[in-house]
């Protein structure tokens, strides 16, 4: 995801689910003045300017958006930097900075760990990240039909060579049967106490399918790996995998009628112990 005009304006499912899970989370954390919190894989910028922002307590000290993306970092700071005290800066949750050690109370993060391969490295980055007694709190694709798409059109010959690192993009927790328990193997080794760690069904459904198809455009990481005129010609073969691996249920039969696809995403409240 490096387009952010693209994904601002096709991300209305990560927007959802980013506020169904600050809903839940925020009131369950423990909230003093002077908070220091990171937004980790912001992104264009908008849930944490929009979202989080508005749910914290108002007397927070900084907010940090953080994703890997230059071009994302650059349009948040340009579109999304409604008080002063937030702001965004380019870094990779699966590599440490010590800089960033011990320095925030929250840590937040939607949509986001499923890009890491390395899961370790990121639950490790996190807990240095976090001061004693700080909080984590997460939400990740396990299972989604976008992955099933991907390897499917990987298996294309037409595309295969734009695609050859696929694996690369898959969610680490697609094909686990019990993704949950994964997850938490990993942020228990890092020196996370988990709160909970759970695995969760979601359904979404989209307006038509030509919303779907935006949708699925924005999260895309290969269009910018091919000629910009092949990429409509590859969005049309996308929607053609969609339904040939039968991965939406069409409501009515019609293109122009909601769409709808299940996934299932783990939520996570986990803290590090005071010392």
Known sequence: ?????????????????????????????????GERVCDQGSGDGWVTNRLLA??????????????????????ALQNHQSDKRITFVEGDVACGNPLWHGAFTKVLSFNCWHWVKDQSAAAR?????????GELGLVCLARSPIYELFQGMARCSKWACFMEDVDQ?????????RPEEEL????????????????????????????????????????????EM???????????????????????????DGVSHIYSQLVVHARKRWH
């Not at 005009?5 to 809903?23: M, P, T, V």
């Not at 980055?125 to 007694?133: F, Q, R, V």
């Open 125 to 133: 980055t996190t807990y240095e990240m976090l001061a004693p007694g």
């Open 54 to 75: 508005t749910r914290l307590p108002k007397d927070y000290a900084r907010i940090v958006g953080m994703d890997k993306s230059g071009e994302m970092v650059r349009y």
């Open 184 to 227: 938490t193997k990993h942020l228990e080794a890092a020196g996370l106490e988990v709160v909970f760690c759970q695995n969760r069904e979601k359904t979404y459904t989209f307006k038509s399918e030509d919303a779907l198809r935006e949708s699925i455009a924005a999260v895309n990481p290969f269009l910018n790996k091919m000629p």
């Open 1 to 33: 995801m490096h387009n952010a005009d693209q994904y601002e304006g096709a991300s209305e499912l990560q927007r959802r689910d980013a506020r169904e899970a600050l809903d839940e989370l925020v009131p369950k954390m423990q909230w003093v003045p």
């Open 169 to 177: 993009f898959i969610s680490p927790y697609q094909h686990l049967d």
């Open 230 to 256: 092949m990429r409509n010609e590859f969005m049309d073969d996308c929607m053609r995998m969609v339904k040939k691996l039968d991965l939406i249920q069409n409501h009515n039969n019609n293109k122009d």
